[in-house]
């Protein structure tokens, strides 16, 4: 029995040279790539091209020509095997039907095609299609053959919705891919893309599957649109001549596409161009399954998550064609949206385009669904944890994500120098070391003072040694904005930054790196219940608390915030067993730590043993002010502090003197009138102090300054290993219970701190500006202005009674009563 439209499209083939044979898609395989080659199709993606513009769109006329190559490049590639016969036979019969909508005849149709040829000026020569024409003529006037009319009641009877492209449920993603070159069948081959793999060296210094890997997640997680995004802004928040300003600063290719960039700001154009990343990153995809890096259901996997990005922001194809296109401005510099209907009419126009279908509802949720979860595995590794923290001060680590690969030697080196020259963090101290960067107890204060802040509860401004500066009170003040934010990230965020730079370094133990981020994963996860909660937090405190000498990184942060591909919203959020990257302390021993007040900076965990470079210049430092050579002289002068101390100095050589001034002068008197020693000279200065009630030295309680150099050198002597951890924390609940004892408030311990510390202090030039440094110092820690000066406004005194408002979350100390859980 005779197959119609097989003899009908074998007859039309004909006209192209073809010797007539009833199955026009027996043509020999190699015979038909050949053939493909010599009409200038080299691969499938060129092949879509071509099947697109057969009949073309927007009020075009149709081309008899191009439908009538169209019949013979289907016939090719269904014999070379680029199309399947089922999909060869479809493309048939859509331009069969075509061709008999337009043409009520075949004379008519090969008077159409005559023509064509002759407007074109045909120089090929006797290529035997006049004698064709003739010969098909003769078949339809004698009735012979598949005639026009027997076709037209053939596709009658079997009209039907055609799959010109692949159209089951997962492979419907590929229509994204059209811009780029329209898929005709699945699966991928080395068939589709002539060039591939010099190509991905010279336009992505691709070169195996890994390289790969990286960039498809970069361009999900960035791309190009975060640099344009955050210089959009910027330029928005600028007036006209700072905007041409900033313009001029720019040089070589960088002014092409500033030009471009402030022509959008200037004319008004939406600035939206997110389809330049998330259409590549489809074609990528698809040349990873070119190639066979990526196995089919990576590649769809990949494909879905740039379709669900996609399907994020725009409602239609032709949203997404201009968004494109000015992404594509961006890069190459020039403006290409004039050019916007030239370059994309094919695909909205062509009723045969893969685009014919709406955008929206292309694709089933289930698969988005399951490349979402496809896409959080490539990053649940907790270095991804790292990595999205670190990327938001360094958008180049942005790169690093997917599979782990050798650092740059010249990376490792400035990393390794980095923390050796700013946090002083040295390879043989071992990954331990990094647990003195984890300040939990810093940011329990800041959630304290922000508590405090929104409910009017903050300490006054003034304290007995003046009043902060009005900056440093508003920035305080400020904090009530962040009341419902978890302050965590203010610090976890730095301290990720300088595991990044750890695991760069390569000069730590990777294991022990790796279970620093699991902990740091599974804190932010305790605090925050999603990347929403927690960008939303870190916008706030970093709004409030900038980096000093630091470009303020917010922008940078609500970026993340707002864009769907952000890493951020593809971490596993999913808690495990909470273990923090270093120990949280009590919030008793946190505020039996502050005592030390500002003789020394404020300590915002736990101490622990140090390095041996490190602890030389502690045993200097403790042997220069006190003489101390080893544990148990510490530890004996640990209990002189808090049994005796210098209060003693005062009480018994000192104290005396204020009940009989003559005595007192005439003792001045005698010291003054010889030579002294160095020690009679400390003495006097100590008398005429007592004199002259320096200070109020005679009216005030001194334990303070005993109780903060027991605490300041505790800390020194855990830090040496002097002390260990149970003896620690016996000399810090001495030192809290003896500051309860001794004062009712962090103003009166002040005061005694501040007499101690002027009292005993030796002669020397710098004696004034210490003091007002002191005086300034202690401003800052009673106020909390600024609030990272010292934690005394968050903390109870010890043994007062509570007076701070509870935080609405969870992140706070241990032995905090108040907390809402």
């Known amino acids: 029995m005779v197959d119609t439209l097989n003899a009908w499209w074998a007859q039309q083939l004909v006209l192209c040279d073809w010797a007539f044979d009833p199955d026009p898609l027996s043509v020999d395989a190699e015979a038909a790539v050949a053939r493909l080659a010599v009409l200038g199709v080299s691969d499938r993606g060129e092949l879509g091209w071509r099947l697109v513009e057969t009949i073309g769109g927007g009020g075009a006329a149709i081309d008899p020509a191009r439908m009538l190559a169209g019949l013979e490049l289907v016939a090719l590639a269904g014999g070379a095997g680029w199309l399947s016969q089922p999909r060869a ?42 004698d064709a024409c003739e010969a098909l003529a003769v078949l339809e006037h004698e009735g012979d053959g598949i ?25 419907q993603v590929w229509r994204l891919r059209a811009g780029f070159s329209p898929v ?31 960039a498809l997640l ?5 791309g190009d649109r975060q640099g344009w995004d955050l210089d959009a802004n910027r330029l928005l928040a600028l007036d006209v001549a700072a905007r ?41 995809a698809w040349a990873g399954a070119c190639l066979g890096w990526l196995d089919e259901r990576e590649a769809t996997d990949f494909a879905l998550h740039g379709a669900d990005l996609v399907l994020h922001r725009y409602s239609d194809w032709a949203a997404l064609a201009r968004a494109y296109q000015r992404g594509r401005s961006l890069f190459e510099g020039r403006n290409l949206l004039p050019a916007l209907e030239a370059d994309w009419k094919l695909l909205l126009q062509s009723p045969v385009s893969p685009w014919h279908p709406a955008l929206q509802g292309l694709i089933e949720s289930s698969l988005l669904e399951r490349s979402r979860r496809a896409l959080r595995d490539w990053r649940r590794e907790p270095r991804h944890w790292v990595l999205a923290l670190a ?29 050796r020259d700013t946090l002083d963090l040295h390879a043989d101290e071992g990954v331990e070391a990094l647990a003195r960067y984890w300040l939990p107890a810093q940011a329990h204060h800041l959630n304290q003072l922000a508590a405090d802040a929104a409910h009017g509860a903050l300490p006054g401004a003034e304290t007995p040694f003046g009043a902060p500066a009005a900056g440093d009170l508003a920035l305080r003040d400020g904090l009530r904005t962040a009341s419902r934010h978890s302050a965590t990230i203010h610090m976890a965020e730095k301290y990720a930054f300088y595991l990044q730079m750890a695991m760069d370094s390569e000069a730590f133990d990777a294991a022990g790196l790796e279970v620093l981020a699991e902990a740091l994963r599974g804190s932010l996860c305790r605090f925050y219940p999603d990347a929403r909660r927690l960008l939303e937090a870190w916008a706030s405190w970093e709004s409030l608390l900038p980096e000093e000498e630091q470009p303020p990184l917010s922008a940078e942060i609500r970026w993340h915030l707002e864009d769907p591909g952000s890493l951020f919203h593809w971490l596993d959020w999913c808690p495990g067993e909470w273990q923090e990257p270093g120990r949280r302390p009590s919030l008793p021993h946190f505020t039996a730590m502050a005592l030390v007040g ?50 003693q100095e005062y009480l018994v050589n000192y104290a005396p003197y204020t009940l009989n001034e003559a005595r007192l002068g005439s003792e001045i008197a005698t010291l003054e009138s010889g030579e002294c020693s160095e020690e009679e000279a400390s003495h006097l200065l100590r008398l005429q102090r007592v004199r002259d009630n320096e200070d109020g030295c005679n009216d005030t309680d001194m334990a303070a300054w005993d109780i903060a150099q027991t605490v300041d050198l505790a800390i020194a002597g855990r830090q040496l290993g002097w002390l260990d951890e149970t003896a620690f924390t016996r000399v810090l609940e001495r030192a809290h219970a003896l500051a309860a004892a001794h004062y009712a408030g962090w103003e009166e311990y002040a005061r005694g701190l501040y007499v101690g510390f002027s009292f005993f202090m030796g002669e020397t030039p710098e004696r004034e500006s210490f003091l007002a440094g002191f005086r300034q110092a202690l401003v800052a820690w009673l106020s909390g202005a600024p609030p990272l000066a010292g934690p005394w406004a968050s903390l109870d005194f010890p043994g007062a009674r509570p007076r701070h408002w509870a935080p609405l979350h969870i992140d706070t100390l241990p ?7």
């Open 89 to 130: 036979r479809d493309w048939a019969q859509r331009l069969a039907g075509e061709i008999s909508a337009h043409y009520s005849s075949l004379d008519v149709w090969l008077e159409a095609l005559r023509r064509v040829r002759g407007a074109e000026g045909w120089v090929r020569g006797d290529d035997g299609f006049s």
């Open 147 to 171: 005639t026009w009319e027997r076709l037209g009641e053939w596709l009658a009877i079997h009209d039907r919705q055609l799959a010109l492209w692949p159209e089951a449920p997962e492979e």
């Open 184 to 214: 005709v069948e699945l699966p991928a081959g080395r068939a589709d893309w002539a060039g591939l793999e010099a190509w991905l060296v010279e336009a992505w210094q691709i070169q195996g599957r890994d390289d790969l890997l990286h």
């Open 218 to 222: 970069w361009l999900a997680g960035q």
């Open 244 to 284: 041409h300003d900033w313009l001029e600063r720019l040089d070589g290719t960088e002014r092409a596409y500033g030009r471009v960039l402030l022509g959008f700001v200037d004319h008004g154009e939406p600035l939206e161009w997110a389809a330049w990343d998330w259409l590549r990153l489809v074609d990528l």
């Open 391 to 419: 990327s938001v001060r360094e958008p180049e680590l942005a790169m690093r994500q997917g599979p782990a690969v050798p650092v740059l030697p010249a990376r490792r080196d400035d990393a390794g120098q980095y923390l």
């Open 598 to 647: 500002p003789l020394n900076s404020a300590a915002w965990s736990l101490p622990q043993p140090e390095s041996e470079r490190e602890c030389a210049s502690i045993r200097d430092w403790i042997d220069g002010h006190y003489g101390l050579h080893a544990a148990t002289e510490l530890t004996e002068f640990l209990d002189f502090l808090l049994e005796v101390g210098d209060r």
């Open 815 to 821: 032995g905090d009563t108040r907390t809402l859980h």
